[in-house]
């Protein structure tokens, strides 16, 4: 099975902040990378598909980056409504796994 | 508008059996590959069962394997999660999760239900 580490777990920072999480698979999965983000109480929202797709409707201050084993999920300027926990997710092979997530809080 | 529903959550005593459903609109169901996924109190997203278009393919996660059983009736437009033998581990939110794939064949999962809670106690 493919194992995917998200770091950090948790981050804390402020609005209009530049924002990098990492995602690591254990083996690679070329470009089968995915990431999310869920609000609390709801269900997961799909933000980038394929390593660096923007789904339709995501703001352009999301973008995501790599491909094998190590990708990035940026956020450009933070907004009040990007507070939320994001997961990365293999789609490679199944499972289909996901990251640990990575809690972003407001500083 | 695409929409899926789950249904069928509950409490359910150790040992027991239930039966998810996920009800879809707004798309041609029998077209899309489908998925279940778990998320217990306050943990991260688990991937549980995978089924394709004609049901010829599935797969499970080693944690639900040879107790849960995906199916689906694509005249119904629902897909389903049969749960036996259940535990309190497998307490947690249920999601249904339409996967789509680009022109490379690379899967994400677009559109999720609302998600529905089956809690067993320990």
């Known amino acids: 099975d493919t194992q995917m580490t998200q770091s950090p777990s948790s981050l804390s920072a402020s609005v209009g902040d530049r924002v990098t999480i990492t995602c690591r698979a254990s083996q690679s999965i070329s470009s089968y990378l995915n990431w999310y983000q869920q609000k609390p109480g709801k269900a997961p929202k799909l933000l980038i598909y394929?390593?660096?797709t923007l789904q339709g409707g995501v703001p352009s201050r999301f973008s995501g980056s790599g491909s094998g084993t190590d990708f990035t999920l940026t956020i450009s300027s933070l907004q009040p409504e990007d507070f939320a926990t994001y997961y990365c997710?293999?789609?490679?092979?199944?499972?289909?796994?996901f990251g640990q997530g990575t809690r972003l809080e407001i500083k | 508008e695409v929409q899926l529903v789950e249904s069928g959550g509950g409490l359910v005593q150790p040992g027991g059996s239930l039966r998810l459903s996920c009800a879809a609109s707004g798309f041609t169901f029998s077209s899309y590959e489908m998925n279940w996924v778990r998320q217990a109190p306050g943990k991260g997203l688990e991937w549980v069962s995978y089924?394709?278009?004609?049901?010829?393919?599935?797969y499970y996660a080693d944690s639900v394997k040879g107790r849960f059983t995906i199916s689906r009736d694509n005249a119904k437009n629902s897909l389903y999660l049969q749960m036996n033998s259940l535990r309190a581990e497998d307490t947690a939110v249920y999601y249904c999760?339409?996967?789509?794939?680009?022109?490379?064949?690379?899967?994400?999962?677009?559109?999720w239900g609302q998600g529905t809670l089956v809690t067993v106690p320990s």
């Open positions: 089924i394709t278009t004609s049901s010829g393919t599935i």
């Open positions: 997710q293999q789609s490679y092979s199944t499972p289909f796994t």
């Open positions: 999760a339409r996967i789509r794939r680009d022109d490379s064949g690379r899967g994400y999962f677009d559109y």
């Open positions: 394929a390593t660096s």
